[in-house]
């Protein structure tokens, strides 16, 4: 801390510094541009949004604005959301901290190349495996339902889940799981007695990146679920926009709506967001 | 991240040593743990992309199932090929990887290098830049429609700031361009490549730049810039401050600090985050889908709205699995080297 804060002092040109802090500053506020455009015309009333006055901010605030029509619409999609990401989050975290310990702590012949040829699920285009996908869905009658669009987010969800755990379980001093051990705990309750305690830090991560992934899906919403009043709300939301008989302060308004869980959890977590984005990007 | 798991590789392999002789039955445990979910990932993964190369290579082109083989064979990718409107997917997306990945790596880092003096509210800078990172394609794609629409947003935020009465001072016309419902495509180079490859007459579609896809390519760079700027800072937190103060005693400057020293110790950052995005501009298509469509004479039109649209609403199963299939050998070509580096580095 003090090399870096002596550092610091050593840059000499303080107005170099001023200068970058003004770009930066320029910067931030043409990456807000369109959360201003989002939010200033889903707050009027179908009376005043129009294409001419996109840009500036609404003269008074009504009862009708926006997110009233945008509410009614997807309030629904929104709880299909919800009822999606929750268990399917849950459930490809857990299967991932199981795959995690193992593939980090018990290694087998082998078992880097299975570990690697699941992460490859990670990255396929999933145009490749549609066609088939939605077959199976139909045959096993998960077709068109939210416990179908789970049991897909959870399944292609393990490559990534696991290669989070993996890494993280992977800093664990070994000498932890070699006490348990000695003292006769085997693979399961060594996971559960030692390795469980010390993954919730893991868990936000990978909870929060999950959660994120699978609320803003949009290519298996809108093949596995036809139905428009059980799609999620990013399907929705495309439905919406493309409708010219709905006002665009309510498609603007919808955009905030459809975009606040995962916009409230990374202002409130940002901190554990960015984590995940280097655990899970970074290869493995 | 590579470093953790090389970190503790030598102290699993000491363990394994140690406890050979129960090894088996943990070993068989472990085996039995992971198994659901290697069965799971064997069949949504490969026995899936199998069944869709075969449909690829099959007569199933209607509602009516049919997996009998075509003949010959591979007709179906001679079908697709030969089509205009997937020469012009195939030019999208390479227009489209180019311009975005230059523009999100540029930006992105050189957000990086300004968040990385540690100005005073570095963390809101970089919480802001973030940000987009955070939504759904779809919500970006929406947004950004309206902002690249040519009838208002940056037309009429270019009106507002007075830029066109400006242009007309020095006798210029004024700043109006159709963004994303230009069919233009500029820089042509068939001619060229007709000299040089044999049979690239017979091409249909005009190779070049859609200048369509330019206003895509800079939504997808809002969204992800940010993302190369966290990578870039999480690599440049490791590196100590010894080395730049090494640097700086021998008389190097800020940016040639970070030129010389900085960047290319971060090589690896680099080679991960290109390879991320450019698997992200392989696959994008909720962004291209919700933002553009296929555009003005397939403009803004990519493979994975091609693939969609052959499987689900025209039905043709064959042509558009031979599209998915075509899709996924593009990812693999630059997925599967990054992967075996990976693992070869770890063993």
């Not at chain 1, 665009?248 to 984590?275: C, D, E, K, S």
Request: aromatic share 12%; hydrophobic share 55%.
């Amino acid at each position: 801390m003090t090399t870096a804060a002596l550092a610091r002092k050593r840059r000499r040109p303080r107005w170099g510094s001023y200068a970058v802090w003004f770009v930066l500053f320029c910067m931030a506020i043409v990456f807000l541009m369109p959360v201003y455009v989002m939010i200033a015309n889903g707050v009027k009333d179908a009376q005043s949004v129009s294409l001419q006055r996109m840009w500036l901010p609404p003269a008074q605030l009504s009862g009708a604005n926006g997110f009233v029509g945008a509410w009614e619409r997807l309030s629904p999609n929104l709880m299909n959301s919800l009822s999606m990401v929750i268990p399917a989050t849950v459930l490809s975290s857990l299967i991932g901290a199981i795959n995690g310990y193992l593939f980090a702590k018990w290694r087998f012949r082998g078992s880097d190349i299975i570990f690697t040829l699941m992460l490859f699920g990670f990255f396929i285009p999933y145009q490749s495996i549609l066609l088939p996908l939605v077959r199976t869905l139909q045959v096993v009658g998960l077709y068109g339902t939210i416990p179908g669009l789970v049991l897909v987010h959870v399944i292609y969800g393990i490559p990534i889940t696991t290669l989070i755990f993996r890494n993280y379980f992977a800093n664990v001093p070994t000498e932890l799981l070699d006490a348990a051990r000695v003292d006769g705990a085997g693979v399961i309750t060594t996971f559960i007695r030692v390795m469980l305690p010390l993954s919730i830090p893991a868990f936000v991560v990978v909870g929060i990146f999950q959660f994120t992934n699978i609320w803003n899906d949009f290519l298996f919403g809108v093949t596995v679920v036809p139905n428009p009043a059980r799609q999620p709300v990013t399907i929705a939301l495309n439905n919406l926009s493309g409708t010219f008989s709905v006002e665009w302060n309510v498609v603007m308004a919808g955009a905030v709506v459809a975009a606040l869980p995962t916009a409230i959890i990374y202002i409130l977590l940002g901190r554990f967001f960015i984590r995940g984005i280097l655990a899970g990007s970074v290869k493995g | 991240m590579t470093t953790a798991s090389t970190d503790s590789t030598p102290a699993v392999r000491t363990a394994s040593v140690e406890t050979r002789r129960w090894r088996l039955s943990e070993t068989m445990q472990t085996v039995l743990l992971l198994l659901p979910s290697i069965v799971a990932l064997a069949i949504f993964v490969y026995v899936f992309i199998s069944f869709t190369f075969w449909v690829s290579l099959s007569n199933w082109r209607t509602l009516k199932v049919d997996l009998s083989l075509r003949e010959p064979l591979f007709a179906t990718y001679g079908e697709l090929f030969a089509m205009a409107r997937w020469q012009a997917d195939l030019r999208n997306t390479f227009v489209f990887t180019v311009f975005f990945i230059a523009f999100a790596v540029t930006l992105g880092l050189t957000l990086a290098v300004m968040l990385d003096r540690h100005l005073a509210g570095h963390h809101v800078f970089r919480n802001i830049f973030l940000f987009p990172y955070a939504l759904s394609f779809v919500v970006t794609g929406v947004v950004w429609r309206w902002i690249f629409n040519p009838e208002t947003g940056l037309n009429l935020l270019f009106e507002l700031l007075g830029m066109n009465h400006l242009l007309a001072q020095i006798g210029m016309g004024p700043l109006r361009p159709g963004w994303i419902t230009d069919p233009t495509v500029v820089a042509q180079v068939n001619g060229i490549l007709a000299a040089v490859l044999p049979g690239a007459e017979s091409w249909q579609v005009r190779w070049g730049i859609p200048l369509a896809m330019i206003p895509v390519a800079i939504a997808a760079t809002w969204q992800l810039s940010g993302f190369v700027m966290a990578l870039y800072l999480g690599g440049m937190a490791t590196i100590s401050d010894e080395v730049r103060e090494a640097a700086r005693i021998d008389g190097a400057g800020e940016f040639q600090i970070y030129h010389r020293v900085i960047i290319p110790m971060l090589r690896p950052v680099t080679i991960s985050v290109v390879v991320i995005l450019l698997h992200v501009s392989l696959k994008i298509f909720d962004l291209v889908y919700t933002m553009a469509g296929v555009g003005p004479g397939f403009a803004t039109d990519v493979p994975a709205i091609f693939v969609f649209e052959q499987m689900f609403k025209a039905t043709r199963y064959n042509l558009g699995s031979a599209a998915a299939i075509i899709m996924l050998v593009l990812v693999a070509l630059v997925i599967v080297p990054y992967l075996a580096s990976t693992l070869k580095e770890e063993s």
